[in-house]
């Protein structure tokens, strides 16, 4: 971290608080995470808040989910924070053994987990620890091959390193699954088209750990989650957070986990298969999918992306530092400059120009795959018929990610939004296989219709456009 300390120029106990309601936004004025008194504090009409409310309360009476907490912050203040239903999603028990959602509930974050990742290997870079523009095979050496040479750091977090979706054979069983990920074949020359990649997330992960000489999840605890105070968040929580198990959130069965072939409730276990058997057989933590969190948690993530990389220390009495204020400190978890590039399209050949698609898309999973991304971000599109979660009113600049288990994390940093929303849910992963699994159609399209019900059932889009909506002022 890097510390900037404001001396006081013309220090004033009685300006600031004058100054406290003005609204800066965060980018100018780097903000606390604290509830508001009301919405009015920060300028949101309480009631578009309630429609958003209701809307996530509606995807649970309809069975699309069984619970879900959703989280609002403009300017650092909270305006709503709600749970909903019960916190075990698909639960086949008795009813007496699910509880109501808890506000603090731990949900598997699924994808979530490459915005970790991606700010990891951009500190690193800030650090002089790693160069985003550096070959890959600088750090994994398996990479100083002919096909794989030309693959830039830079163009695993941007996914563009010509890796597929994942695996070209599953990953279940082996003895050896980095070195199989390691030697797998590229689909297509990077730095030439955009694909999302768990794969290239999962060898990120392994590049951050040789530049940060740790292991990934000891990388996010001492660069991200230790400084921000976020005390829920974690990898394989039931063997680092036991103590909170009860706050653990269930999303469904597995049958592949028991030797018999039983079903076995997921609650504080990743979903995904290949990165639970990763996990699990000891072959360490992978930074596409298995952090877990809380609303409220990534809600301090959030943040420091608005905050344009700073945390304030010191005296937290007004919710923000600034210049005059001689009681308090800023650290910034990476430069600013670098923090509010994260939040752009990364996804550009040598011109500059934007490898992915744009506008109007067919599916979620069209959009998902090879829309332009940021630094593991999925970023705003407003065209009519495009597919993103920041839904149609959001500034251009904001951004978001999706969790495939039915968890949503959007930040919108434009100065007139300043706007973080986080839904999680306890949808869970949709299948794989099956009739709602992944297929080809056909016209030879990738689908998959299990993930298209749960977008168009929970409808994030929606929840967003309703908090654009009560924004009623600076």
Not at 65 to 92: E, M, P, S
Not at 125 to 145: C, I, K, M, Q, R
Not at 371 to 389: F, I, M, Q, R, S
């Amino acid at each position: 971290m890097r510390r900037l300390a404001f001396a006081a120029l013309f220090t004033s106990i009685v300006v600031a608080p004058a100054l406290a309601s003005a609204n800066a936004s965060s980018a100018t004025r780097p903000y606390i995470l604290q509830y508001a008194s009301s919405p009015s504090q920060v300028c949101m009409d309480a009631a578009y808040l309630s429609q958003a409310s209701a809307h996530v309360q509606t995807a649970v009476n309809a069975g699309t989910i069984d619970g879900a907490v959703l989280l609002v912050a403009r300017h650092g203040k909270v305006v709503l924070h709600k749970a909903y239903g019960k916190r075990d999603g698909n639960f086949a028990g008795p009813a007496a053994q699910n509880p109501s959602m808890p506000k603090d509930g731990i949900f598997d974050l699924q994808s979530i987990t490459k915005i970790f990742t991606a700010f990891v290997a951009i500190d690193l870079h800030d650090d002089g620890s790693l160069d985003l523009s550096d070959p890959v095979a600088n750090y994994l050496p398996e990479f100083a091959t002919p096909e794989k040479s030309g693959v830039l750091v830079a163009d695993l977090v941007r996914f563009t390193s010509g890796h597929s979706i994942d695996a070209a054979a599953s990953l279940l069983g082996d003895a050896a699954p980095w070195s199989t990920m390691l030697a797998e074949s590229l689909t297509y020359t990077p730095s030439t088209a955009v694909l999302y990649s768990d794969i290239a997330y999962r060898l990120l992960g392994r590049v951050a750990e040789a530049a940060g000489g740790a292991p990934l999840d000891v990388l996010v605890k001492n660069r991200i989650t230790s400084p921000l105070g976020m005390k829920d968040t974690a990898w394989r929580p039931l063997v680092n957070m036991p103590t909170k198990s009860s706050r653990f959130v269930g999303t469904g069965y597995s049958t592949l986990r028991e030797p018999s072939g039983a079903p076995r409730y997921m609650r504080g276990e990743v979903a995904d298969e290949q990165d639970y058997w990763i996990e699990a057989d000891g072959h360490g933590v992978t930074g596409c999918d298995g952090a877990f969190s809380t609303a409220w948690d990534l809600a301090l993530l959030g943040q420091m992306f608005l905050n344009r990389g700073a945390r304030v220390v010191g005296n937290t009495s007004y919710g923000y530092c600034s210049p005059w204020m001689w009681t308090c400190t800023i650290d910034f978890l990476a430069s600013p400059t670098l923090v509010e590039g994260t939040m752009s399209v990364q996804s550009t050949d040598a011109s500059g120009a934007p490898l992915g698609i744009y506008g109007a898309t067919s599916s979620w999973l069209e959009d998902l795959l090879f829309a332009n991304k940021g630094h593991g971000w999925e970023l705003a599109d407003t065209v009519p018929g495009a597919h993103v979660v920041t839904g149609l009113y959001s500034s251009p600049y904001a951004v978001s990610k999706i969790g495939a288990a039915g968890t949503f994390l959007t930040v919108d940093p434009d100065p007139s939004r300043d706007l973080v929303i986080v839904l999680l849910t306890n949808h869970g992963l949709p299948p794989l296989a099956g009739p709602d699994g992944i297929q080809v159609d056909a016209s030879g399209n990738l689908i998959w219709p299990g993930y298209e019900g749960m977008l168009n059932g929970i409808a994030p889009d929606v929840v967003n456009d309703l908090v654009q909506f009560s924004i009623t002022g600076p």
